[in-house]
């Protein structure tokens, strides 16, 4: 089983002192080593934002995708190596903004993909532009006197399509945050881990603070994550009022909704039944290519 250290790799993580990123890397590291995911079996796809810096953080075999474009190639790695799983490291800016389409569209596929989504509610690394997750009237630097908008519901979206898996993590919590990993990771279809991420240098609203006055675990509530309906009008749950005290929006954490036996994705495309690398001539002979050229 590798340990947790033998996913750090040499290079010192450059997020800001205190990000929430620190806790989702450190949830994911125990949440691999505990299942005893071995490095060979498995890759993760990064998208772009202070969260795909991670690609140089976390000590696996993967890559570091386009804006918004880690799911595509994400899908594509499960259809031509079945053998491995596939986790996808999201931003909402990311996955949810220039991303949407492709996020929607995977919810409908249902590949066996896990999608963990670092949803601080605000562009970071571009310091602090409205996101699609941002708060209605939440004033920001691209937006000073307020969001006009109303946010992106990652997780009813997620229901409305019908994902077999939707769960939402506080990255103040890691011990919650790596069994919620670990549930999604061995979960057979696709998996959102939408979580609440807090980004301490750009968004003094939805701080660690703010989430842990609000914050309460499903599972400590009796919820029963077989009733889609019910996940679907707990999504609705309102917090993104800013006016909204502790007392009278609080936030579910924990699993929504799941579904189990549904079919995937590549169980539907014959040609992923094996890896496409062993479908490939070992080793290609490209020389009547090459003579056909002149
Ligand atoms: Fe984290 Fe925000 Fe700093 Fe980015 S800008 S590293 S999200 S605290």
Same mark, same amino acid.
């Given at each position: 089983m590798p340990a947790v250290k033998e996913f750090v790799t040499p290079l010192k993580p450059t997020w800001c002192p205190g990000c929430g990123n620190f806790g989702m890397w450190e949830a994911l590291k125990r949440a691999l080593s505990e299942l005893a995911w071995e490095k060979n079996e498995f890759s993760v796809v990064w998208g772009i934002g202070c969260h795909g810096n991670g690609a140089d953080f976390l000590d696996v075999q993967g890559m570091h995708a386009l804006h918004g474009r880690a799911i595509p190639p994400a899908t594509a790695l499960r259809l031509t190596r079945p053998d491995l799983k596939v986790v996808v490291?999201?931003? @909402?800016?990311?996955?949810?903004?220039?991303?949407?389409?492709?996020?929607?569209?995977?919810?409908? $596929?249902?590949?066996?993909?896990?999608?963990?989504?670092?949803?601080? &509610?605000?562009? =970071?690394?571009?310091?602090?532009?409205? #996101?699609?997750?941002?708060?209605h009237l939440m004033p920001t630097v691209s937006t000073p006197t307020g969001v006009l908008e109303q946010p992106i519901n990652p997780i009813g979206l997620a229901l409305a399509e019908d994902a077999t898996f939707v769960a939402r993590g506080f990255a103040g919590d890691i011990p919650h945050l790596t069994e919620l990993y670990? &549930?999604?990771?061995?979960?057979? =279809?696709?998996?959102?881990?939408?979580?609440? &991420?807090?980004?301490?240098?750009?968004?003094?609203?939805?701080?660690?603070?703010?989430? $842990?006055?609000?914050?309460?675990?499903?599972?400590?509530?009796?919820? @029963?994550?077989?009733?889609?309906?019910?996940?679907? @009008?707990?999504?609705?749950?309102?917090f993104h009022d800013l006016t909204c005290t502790p007392e009278e929006c609080k936030i579910p954490i924990g699993v929504f909704y799941q579904r189990e =036996?549904?079919?995937?994705?590549?169980? =539907?495309?014959?040609? #992923?039944?094996?890896?496409?690398?062993? $479908?490939?001539? &070992?080793? $290609? @002979?490209?020389?009547?290519?090459?003579? #056909?050229?002149?």
């Open positions: 490291e999201m931003g @909402d800016g990311d996955g949810y903004g220039i991303g949407l389409g492709h996020f929607v569209h995977a919810l409908r $596929r249902n590949p066996d993909l896990t999608i963990i989504a670092h949803d601080n &509610q605000i562009y =970071g690394l571009t310091t602090g532009q409205a #996101s699609p997750t941002t708060d670990k &549930q999604a990771l061995v979960h057979k =279809g696709l998996a959102l881990v939408d979580v609440m &991420q807090p980004c301490v240098t750009w968004n003094h609203l939805n701080t660690f603070q703010w989430f $842990r006055e609000r914050v309460y675990k499903l599972e400590e509530s009796g919820w @029963d994550t077989s009733d889609r309906s019910a996940a679907f @009008d707990l999504s609705m749950t309102a =036996g549904v079919p995937t994705y590549e169980d =539907g495309v014959p040609a #992923s039944a094996e890896p496409g690398y062993l $479908r490939a001539e &070992q080793p $290609r @002979d490209v020389s009547a290519i090459l003579a #056909s050229l002149g």
